[in-house]
């Protein structure tokens, strides 16, 4: 897991990892419809979402497979739950195969990262996290998930 905000100077990254954090720079999004929008066909995608926060309680922590995610908050403030990864924990959803998804119970020792405008974090294969989580409130986000297939750090 790596967390910093889009615009401060960064340690070096893994080229493809760079790339995508260009693109996060580079782009427009204030006119962009959520939805999803291939970058290098399913290697690389850029999902624009505008969902409502939602109370820590009732979010689930995540983990992937295949996709390294960056998640990049346009608006809002956005409280995002983090552990390192534990193949041992039981998945209470296992979608690996059909979506690259995968559900475990909510862990009691999860840490609570807080992002505001402009902030992202990275997180690997494996690692979970539980995103869109409200600090206070319900509140709308506006934000960008990059999507990276593993496979592309090799290069």
């Known amino acids: 897991m790596y967390l910093s905000h889009l ?9 493809i990892i760079e790339q995508a954090l260009a693109y996060l720079r580079d782009t427009d999004f204030s006119s962009m419809a959520a939805g999803r929008y291939p970058l290098q066909e399913d290697q690389l995608i ?9 109370p820590w309680e009732t979010g689930l922590p995540e983990f992937h497979a295949r996709y390294i995610d960056i998640q990049y908050l346009l608006s809002g403030t956005e409280v995002i739950g983090f552990l390192p990864e ?6 209470l959803t296992d979608q690996l195969a059909e979506r690259d998804i995968a559900f475990v119970a909510a862990q009691p020792l999860e840490s609570r990262l807080v ?16 995103p869109c989580r409200a600090l206070e409130q319900a ?9 990276i ?7």
């Open 7 to 15: 615009h401060h100077p960064q340690p070096p990254l893994p080229a």
């Open 46 to 54: 850029a999902i624009v979402q505008e969902p409502l926060s939602q």
């Open 86 to 91: 534990n193949a041992t924990l039981p998945r």
């Open 115 to 130: 992002l505001t405008a402009g902030m992202f974090a990275i997180f690997y294969p494996g690692e979970l996290h539980k």
């Open 139 to 147: 509140e709308p986000l506006r934000k960008v998930v990059i999507k």
């Open 149 to 155: 297939d593993s496979s592309l750090l090799a290069r």
